[in-house]
């Protein structure tokens, strides 16, 4: 063998005894790779079972781990993903090679996302963790992340992208659960990296914000929630709150100011000639209700509201029942969520049963003080953040609590997440929303006892739709009904007095009314002497039609108000050879939970091929009656749902 011969094996053979350790290498570290992410993603599985007890310190490394891991990879086969879509064919494994290029990028995004904020997160959850989280520290957040935020939303959004790309069907049945509640992981983590970046803002830490708290009270129902009864200025700024001044609702008037024309049933039923703050919440439209009480809120000095936080009595409750025992100025003992309402109505009853000038300006003055305790204690820290966020949102989303921020992307999410109190009345779908509004001079609202019956039949041309709600007076005190502002010396007095109502049904587009129950008021029990003559009323508002109608039940009496109307066809609509009908029922805020119930008469020959409810479930499991070919659902309102019903029609 020739001398080059002998040198040219040599190279061969040196080159592929490179090449063997350059793959051994890579194998190495590929393999590594693999080995130490299955282990991360095991402890990444606990950890989303059971969040609150991961250890902080642990989660980070594994945090850091994973990221590793997946660079790793990425580097080392990221460019052989790029060719496994030719491998679909493959059985077995070849629907999973083919998302390989998708999941890889979508593990890559998460981790960075995961790697760029955790340093910063880490302290405040170990605060939280250990039950010592302090405002201070939580407020900062925000600022310290600012300059990380734009990329973090940047990577999130590509990665919820990549995920909607990847087929779930690909992957292995144990991980598909996992991955089906990751959507929901990735649209949690785009709004909070949103609601992160608009935190400076909304907390008072670019400029001093001043919010205002209405208090509601649902006694004396209105469309907003409840009569406003007082209103508080709180001062964040830097997040801290810097001041609280709370009025009664009276004091924010201004009358060496014009004042527009009351909406026409304050007027006719409680005698009202202006328009006032407190009487502002008459569309039960949040937002339209908030924009009409800042341009009547002039309490005689310039306020720049940034918000609006509005709470009836049961939310002040149950955020009580969730922050613990407060210590209020003035109070014999800690109030608590059970001995609020004893705490209102002992701040409230007169002393020596003396309702002068004095008791009248002071009879509202517990609020500051009990807002402030609570205030104080959300700032210390000294709370169960989890009880107290999981208490806010359920209340939120009941229309309990009602936020308005002027802040507009903080608005959008708030919308995004349908949580502004806006009223929806869909193009396409059936709509159903029953306002009420207590328009006697009495808190009798509680002693009302209601159940509502929605009944639709789609066997007619249009559908129509039968609405009967009915009212029982559960009080037992026989009472006159007259027209008097008058107050009892004692609180709960007041419930025991003859209600007036007025309601709006508000209903879809292109509704058109055709019968409904009449419902005739006498002259002598009406605030302007002027007989309301029993007729409902139709009226288009808020991109719908509204049939109104008035009633006075007096104690131990029943009612019922009753609409029927031809409804669009677009309630329903043509799904390939089936049709699809959709209920929202949206609640109004303040009102307590109703019963309800809906009925369907589906055409003859149909068959139910799904159906479903949101947020509101069906208490009994969705049916179809054989003998009548109805569509039920019974429900508890406690806040908006939606039922949906699809069908097609058999042909014989």
């Known amino acids: 063998m020739s001398v080059i011969a002998q040198y040219r094996r040599q190279i061969g053979l040196g080159v592929a005894m490179l090449g063997l350790l350059l793959v051994g290498v890579w194998g190495v570290q590929v393999g590594g790779a693999l080995f130490s992410l299955r282990g991360q993603m095991a402890a990444a599985r606990a950890l989303a079972d059971d969040p609150l007890a991961v250890d902080v310190a642990s989660a980070g490394e594994m945090v850091s781990t994973l990221r590793r891991d997946v660079v790793t990879l ?108 990751l959507d929901v992981a990735l649209s949690l983590l785009q709004e909070g990296l949103a609601w992160a970046a608009e935190a400076p803002d909304v907390l008072g830490q670019t400029g001093p914000r001043t919010y205002l708290l209405l208090a509601l009270n649902e006694d004396e129902l209105r469309p907003g929630g409840g009569f406003i009864t007082g209103v508080g200025e709180v001062q964040i700024v830097n997040g801290q709150v810097a001041a609280v001044n709370f009025l009664d609702s009276y004091a924010a008037d201004d009358f060496t100011q014009p004042y527009p024309l009351p909406p026409e049933p304050l007027r006719q039923f409680m005698g009202l000639d202006l328009w006032v703050f407190r009487d502002s919440n008459w569309s039960p439209d949040f937002p339209t209700a908030i924009r009409q009480a800042l341009a009547l809120y002039r309490p005689g000095y310039p306020v720049d509201v940034a918000g609006v936080v509005a709470l009836d009595q049961g939310a002040v409750r149950e955020l009580i029942s969730a922050l613990g025992p407060l210590e209020v100025e003035g109070a014999a003992a800690p109030v608590t969520g059970e001995t609020l309402m004893d705490f209102i109505y002992e701040a409230w009853l007169p002393e020596d049963g ?127 009904c007259r027209v008097e502002a008058r107050y009892d010396p004692v609180y709960v007095q007041m419930m025991d007095r003859c209600y007036w109502a007025h309601l709006r049904a508000f209903v879809p587009a292109g509704a058109r009314l055709v019968d409904s129950s009449r419902h005739p008021i006498p002259a002598e029990a009406v605030a302007i002497r002027e007989a309301w003559p029993g007729e409902a009323q139709v009226a288009a508002e808020l991109g719908g039609m509204v049939f109104s109608q008035a009633f006075l039940l007096p104690t131990r009496a029943q009612t019922r108000v009753q609409f029927v109307y031809e409804l669009p066809e677009a309630v329903r609509w043509l799904d390939g050879d089936s049709e699809v009908y959709r209920l929202t029922w949206q609640k109004q805020a303040g009102m307590a939970s109703v019963p309800a119930r809906v009925t369907l008469r589906l055409p003859e020959n149909a068959v139910v091929l799904a159906a479903q409810s949101d947020l509101t479930a069906c208490t009994r499991p969705n049916t179809v009656l054989d003998e009548t070919g109805a569509f039920l659902c019974e429900m508890l309102l406690a806040g908006d749902a939606q039922i949906a019903v699809k069908y097609r029609v058999e042909r014989p």
């Open 74 to 181: 990425r580097r080392n086969v990221g460019w052989m993903t790029g060719f496994g879509r030719l491998w679909r064919w493959m059985p077995g494994v070849g629907p999973l090679l083919a998302e390989s290029r998708d999941l890889l990028a979508l593990a890559d995004g998460l981790t960075e996302v995961g790697n760029l904020l955790w340093e910063d997160i880490a302290p405040v959850a170990e605060a939280f963790q250990a039950g010592g989280l302090v405002m201070d520290d939580a407020l900062a957040l925000p600022q310290q992340i600012a300059g990380k935020l734009p990329r973090a939303r940047i990577v999130t959004a590509q990665a919820h992208a990549t995920y909607r790309r990847i087929d779930a069907d690909a992957l292995p049945r144990q991980f598909r659960d996992e991955f089906a509640q």
């Open 354 to 480: 003396r309702q002068d000038g004095e008791w009248w300006q002071q009879r509202k003055s517990f609020m500051e003080p009990l807002a402030a305790a609570a205030l104080a204690r959300i700032e210390a820290g000294d709370v169960d953040w989890v009880t107290l966020v999981q208490t806010a949102l359920r209340l939120a989303e009941q229309k309990h609590l009602q936020v308005y921020l002027r802040n507009p992307q903080a608005a959008a999410l708030l919308a995004a997440r349908g949580l502004d109190g806006r009223v929806h009345i869909p193009e396409a779908g059936d709509f159903v929303m029953v306002v009420e509004a207590n328009v006697g001079y009495n808190k009798a609202s509680p002693r009302i006892a209601r159940e509502f019956v929605y009944e639709v039949d789609l066997t007619r041309e249009p559908p129509r739709a039968t609405l009967t709600l009915d009212y029982t007076h559960t009080s037992q005190v026989d009472i006159a």
